[in-house]
């Protein structure tokens, strides 16, 4: 099993920086790639970021290319998700999840947590 815990979230003025974190607890979390993946209202549960468990490869939906950044801290068992350029249409509830293998569709995760809520005002 794998609990994962976010925070971070917050509401922010169109084009300020969020830095959502995600705490994984549980046996051999460090070894699972992590993703982030968010819901807006009314919407479908969309892939955001993903990161391999080493942190050698990240992969990112296009519409957050070069404004998010996934990482993640093995020694504290995190993964992080740095949100700049914040636009109204990233508002959503921002889930972490985890995976053995890594993968861009939701089906492939086997552990969520809870999310965290994400507000840009224009």
């Known amino acids: 099993q794998v609990h994962l815990v976010e925070s971070g979230g917050g509401l922010v003025q169109a084009g300020g920086s969020l830095r959502l974190s995600c705490a994984a607890s549980?046996?051999?979390?460090?070894?699972?790639?992590l993703g982030w993946f968010r819901q807006a209202p009314g919407k479908e549960r969309d892939f955001v970021a993903a990161?391999?468990?080493?942190?050698?490869?990240?992969y990112y939906e296009d519409s957050v290319k070069g404004r998010f950044t996934i990482s993640r801290d093995n020694a504290n068992n995190t993964v992080y998700l740095q949100m700049n350029s914040l636009k109204p249409e990233d508002t959503a509830v921002y889930c972490c999840?985890?995976?053995?293998?890594?993968?861009?569709?939701?089906?492939?995760?086997?552990?969520w947590g809870q999310g965290t809520q994400v507000t840009v005002s224009s």
């Open positions: 999840a985890a995976t053995f293998f890594i993968a861009t569709t939701q089906e492939n995760y086997d552990y």
């Open positions: 549980g046996r051999t979390s460090s070894n699972y790639a």
């Open positions: 990161i391999t468990w080493s942190g050698n490869s990240t």
